[in-house]
């Protein structure tokens, strides 16, 4: 093992969500549904949209240009660069050829890596692939980028809450301060048709929310056990559980799902160790089978009530950028991350390990962890994630449908300038946003930065 890098992880993280945003509540007012429904029975808050002026092209330049800005990052340093997302604007020309604009200047055309996809875990597998690539003998001693990013939009009904768009950079290199766990991956594959887009001509997905649901739980629980079974043989842990993380990140679709994951963690343990007096209220479920556990509410409620308290300690201050921004896709496991990292004191993260579960409809899924083994006071400060979100501008649930409706009426069209709805620029970006120019008459498409 001494002939690895050392400490393998992140050095930098940066965040991209869109200037604009919807309130949940009003959102719930104005499709004329039940109080709560969205804000309660999701867990959402807010919700970050984008006009068709946005695409997965724009905010992944935003991404990245900002990373290596704030971080005073040389292009010439960077090696490697993957995109994980779903959201797919071309057939065949990858996001990340087209972030090679940045690296025009510097003439570095020697970086390897292009896009990965299949739903929402797009950007965990581009981040083992930079790992990997670092670990190999094929690594040049420089960095690698992973971008995570995608534009999550829904047809009008019960799923459009559940949308959102963002995009993360990750800075992946050795003598990290985030570094992660090296032989404790644990994944699950399976073919299923939860969630998929077979429409091209669409934005929008075909959903079975029930069955995605389940997928993600009984993927979780494959996940979790693989992965404690491993804990256990590497470093001769007895009886981990749950608690052996000092924060657990997810895949959050709609936080409510989050919450319920976790008590899913504290279910696992209970089966491992039934006996344990933390279980002492749930022992009613100790014979129920499998199959029955991902269909009781009883059960369900039951592990919720008895992880609540660590789910506010270990899971809470992970979902600032789920519950204010929306579902982010392959962003979204990644959101969480910089979460934690902008919300908690640099100070107190210190020595923490922190477990991560990633989930892509289809499916595949991973159960993963990282330490953080020094200061990354320096992140903290750059995300500055809460400051970042009060500049925002919200917008009505009105102007939020017509704008959903412009970009479904632009979507694939070509010979045509995006114009949003004649917001001016400042109003609708942030400075330093890419935004999309033209869309040419052979569907080439130019950007603008804002300054």
């Not at 980028?145 to 963002?166: F, H, K, L, S």
């Not at 934005?203 to 993927?219: I, K, M, Q, T």
Request: charged share 25%.
């Amino acid at each position: 093992m001494s002939g690895y890098p050392e400490n393998i992880g992140i050095l930098a993280v940066e965040i991209y969500f869109p200037k604009r945003y919807v309130n949940q509540t009003e959102l719930e007012k104005y499709d004329g549904v039940s109080a709560g429904k969205y804000t309660i029975g999701l867990g959402q808050t807010n919700m970050g949209f984008c006009d068709d002026r946005e695409d997965i092209n724009s905010v992944a330049l935003t991404a990245v240009h900002n990373l290596m800005e704030k971080y005073n990052i040389s292009y010439n340093d960077v090696g490697r660069v993957e995109v994980g997302t779903e959201t797919i604007i071309d057939k065949s020309k990858s996001v990340k050829t087209v972030l090679m604009q940045l690296f025009k200047d510097s003439e570095n055309t020697d970086v390897e890596g292009i896009d990965t996809t299949n739903a929402c875990y797009g950007g965990t597998s581009a981040l083992f692939n930079a790992i990997n690539w670092i670990e190999s003998s094929s690594w040049d001693g420089r960095y690698a980028i992973v971008v995570a990013g995608d534009i999550a939009v829904y047809a009008t009904g019960p799923a459009r809450p559940t949308g959102g768009a963002g995009c993360v950079a990750l800075l992946i290199g050795k003598d990290a301060p985030i570094v992660f766990d090296r032989g404790l991956r644990a994944t699950h594959m399976e073919h299923a048709w939860d969630f998929y887009k077979p429409d091209l001509s669409s934005e929008f997905p075909e959903v079975d929310g029930h069955l995605s649901n389940e997928c993600y739980l009984r993927a979780l629980d494959i996940c979790y056990n693989r992965y404690m079974t491993k804990l256990i043989t590497k470093e001769k842990v007895e009886n981990p559980t749950v608690k052996s993380f000092d924060y657990v990140l997810f895949h959050a679709p709609y936080c409510k799902l989050v919450q319920k994951s976790y008590g899913r963690l504290f279910y696992n343990d209970f089966i491992r160790n039934p006996d344990d007096s933390n279980f002492a209220s749930v022992q009613q479920f100790k014979d129920i089978s499998a199959e029955e556990s991902f269909r009781s509410k009883d059960l369900e409620k039951a592990f919720i009530t008895v992880s609540k308290p660590d789910y506010n300690k270990r899971v809470i201050p992970a979902l600032l950028a789920a519950t204010q921004i929306g579902n982010m896709y392959c962003a979204s496991l990644y959101g969480s991350l910089a979460s934690l990292l902008s919300n908690v004191p640099a100070d107190e993260l210190i020595g923490k390990r922190v477990g991560m579960f990633s989930y892509g409809s289809g499916l595949s899924s991973s159960f993963f962890s990282f330490q953080i083994k020094k200061s990354v006071a320096d992140i903290n400060k750059v995300l500055d994630i809460p400051n970042r979100l009060k500049s925002r501008l919200e917008l009505a649930p009105k102007q939020f449908s017509e704008i959903m409706r412009l970009r479904e009426e632009t979507h694939g069209k070509k010979g045509f300038k995006p114009a949003g709805d004649d917001s001016s620029v400042k109003d609708t970006f942030f400075s330093g946003t890419y935004y999309l120019e033209e869309i040419d008459s052979k569907w080439r498409r130019s950007y603008k930065r804002t300054t």
